[in-house]
């Protein structure tokens, strides 16, 4: 098997949610993926991501962890079949599916998260902030934001 880790900073997401709720959002994007491996305990799993043209096999590993400043952090790495080589398509689509899991897991996180208890605002409402500026990060980042959708929503939230 061929490795593919993404290099530097980028080799982990960080999400300012609660783990559990990270790894919730992680398997029910990946629900519809052939598992080859998942622990909820370690919230780490395995994934066959298919056959590509050319390419062999490609498995993905994701784990969740809890973040040393809070919240989680998502790893994703990949790896390809013996017939790969360095196959830039392959590459490519390791990278691609990266991305998708990220924002998927992004916009999930509104729904699998535990609704905030009422009273005033407190240091959990401001870390929901954060985390919601984040999400409209890694969205506009990814292109499915434009930068006017964008300012806008980061208008809404910090108004």
Same mark, same amino acid.
């Given at each position: 098997m061929v490795g593919y880790t993404s290099e530097g900073a980028s080799d982990a997401q960080w999400f300012p949610n609660d783990p559990a709720a990270v790894w919730t959002a992680v398997k029910?994007? !990946?629900? %519809? &993926?052939? !598992? =080859? %491996?998942? /622990?909820?305990? $370690?919230? =780490?799993l395995e994934v066959n991501l298919g056959m590509a043209a050319f390419t062999g096999s490609c498995i993905a590993s994701v784990s969740v962890q809890p973040a040393p400043q809070g919240g989680a952090l998502? =790893?994703?790495?990949? =790896?390809? +079949?013996?017939?790969?080589?360095q196959n830039i398509g392959a590459t490519r689509r390791i990278e691609k599916e990266r991305t998708d899991l990220i924002?998927?897991?992004? %916009? &999930?996180?509104?729904?699998?998260?535990?609704?905030?208890? %009422? +009273?005033?605002? $407190? /240091?959990?409402?401001? !870390? /929901?902030?954060?985390g919601k500026l984040q999400q409209l990060s890694v969205l506009h980042q990814a292109g499915a934001l434009s930068d006017d959708e964008y300012a806008s929503a980061k208008a809404k939230l910090l108004a």
């Open positions: 029910k994007y !990946l629900s %519809s &993926m052939k !598992l =080859r %491996s998942c /622990d909820d305990r $370690t919230m =780490r998502l =790893r994703f790495s990949g =790896r390809m +079949g013996a017939f790969s080589g924002n998927s897991v992004a %916009s &999930m996180l509104p729904a699998v998260m535990p609704p905030p208890a %009422s +009273g005033a605002a $407190t /240091d959990s409402d401001q !870390l /929901d902030v954060v």
